[in-house]
């Protein structure tokens, strides 16, 4: 039965598609095969998503990736601006500002305005001084030097985007399965057939878009491509009226967790110094930076930890240290409205991509930018079987 209490055997035939998971992979996949003219439907286990599609930042940081990350952020950032468009969802195309509080950050920042120049992609890095740092940002810490940025960045708002696509897509005649578990995929027949806890479904292709839970239903792949589920420490906080983010904020501990930045020579010296000189913001494994949602709150964050079975048990020394280097940056005491727990599928590289039965297709992403590069991966999952889909009205703008 599906999730009004009908047998699904008796109320659907078969699909073009079936997709596995509700969350922003699932979706994009959704939405890419519904653009082809395919008869779609989603299978969701939850009566809402609830995993990491909605315990993000909702920074769609699409500069700071290289490679594959890059060309899947470069899809996603024409899909959610075509999104925002269809499905009235609140995006930001202010870009990123990077507050550099050291020279050696600078240098790095440098560093990657240069590489994108050389490589014919100018303006995508546009430095900043202090005091225009300072304006976009109400940061008041007197170690600020100056900045940039990342102007190409979005943002979205993570507990409103995923619902508003949902009803996008169900309103476009996308079915969802809600409250409806897998429990085994078996290809047969030229197709492919789903076992659920309400009852069979069939399809010609399964996207597989279950993220950090892929070891519950696909164990041996999971394990294969070393999957754990990374854990973070988020608040969302309350500042005064002068903190007002005109963009999503990074600093330096960011510059050393991106791809972009990280992988250039110039981050050693800032990833030498930040773990010297704060220890304990290294062993929590320090993400620091700010996002500001529509009602004015920051968004806060954030740790890193890694295990198949994490803890559900967090402590307040996090807590409160990113509080403590929150006050220090914005000179105002953060007042904490919410805390929770973020998780994401975390593995040996970004994505894990594969086919382990004819016509069942697994995308998910295995690093923190799932928001950023999400509906790029899906969007390439669907193109490998259908081939391409109708240009986007927002394709090449900018």
């Avoid at 996603?76 to 930001?92: P, S, V, Y």
């Avoid at 008041?140 to 940025?149: F, H, N, S, W």
């Amino acid at each position: 039965m599906d999730a009004q209490g009908v047998p699904l055997s008796a109320a659907h035939g078969p699909v073009d598609v079936l997709v596995i998971g509700g969350g922003i992979v699932g979706l994009g996949a959704a939405y890419a095969a519904h653009r082809r003219g395919l008869s779609v439907a989603v299978v969701e286990r939850q009566q809402r998503a609830t995993g990491a599609s909605i315990r993000n930042f909702g920074h769609l940081c699409v500069t700071p990736q290289t490679g594959q990350a890059l060309a899947y952020g470069t899809v996603a950032r024409e899909l959610w601006r075509q999104l925002a468009a269809e499905a009235g969802l609140w995006l930001r195309e202010t870009g990123t500002v990077v507050a550099a509080r050291h020279p050696d950050e600078l240098a790095l920042i440098a560093a990657l305005r240069r590489e994108r120049e050389t490589a014919g992609r100018p303006g995508e890095v546009v430095e900043l001084g202090a005091d225009e740092v300072r304006r976009l940002t109400g940061i008041t810490a007197p170690e600020l030097q100056g900045g940039a940025l990342l102007p190409r960045d979005l943002q979205a708002d993570p507990r409103e985007a995923v619902p508003a696509v949902t009803a996008h897509l169900q309103a476009q005649g996308v079915r969802f399965h809600l409250r409806t578990a897998v429990t085994g995929i078996r290809s047969a027949d030229g197709g492919v057939r789903v076992e659920t806890t309400r009852g069979p479904l069939s399809a010609g292709t399964v996207v597989v878009a279950v993220g950090h839970d892929i070891d519950q239903l696909l164990p041996e792949l999971a394990e294969s491509a070393d999957v754990q589920r990374c854990t973070l420490d988020m608040l969302r906080v309350a500042m005064p009226a002068a903190v007002r983010l005109e963009a999503p904020v990074l600093t330096g501990w960011s510059l050393i967790r991106y791809g972009a930045f990280a992988s250039l020579p110039e981050a050693a010296p800032v990833r030498a110094r930040l773990h010297g000189d704060r220890p304990d913001l290294a062993a929590i494994d320090l993400n620091q930076m700010y996002t500001q949602r529509p009602d004015g709150t920051l968004l806060v964050g954030d740790t890193h930890a890694r295990d198949i079975s994490p803890s559900p048990f967090q402590t307040e020394v996090a807590a409160d240290l990113m509080l403590a280097e929150t006050q220090a940056l914005f000179g105002a005491a953060p007042r904490v409205i919410e805390r929770w727990q973020g998780v994401y599928a975390s593995g040996r590289g970004d994505y894990l991509v594969a086919e382990p039965q004819p016509g069942v297709h697994v995308a998910v992403v295995t690093t923190g930018i799932g928001m950023t590069t999400g509906l790029g991966l899906a969007e390439a999952t669907i193109s490998r079987v259908f081939g391409p889909a109708p240009a986007l009205s927002h394709e090449g703008t900018s």
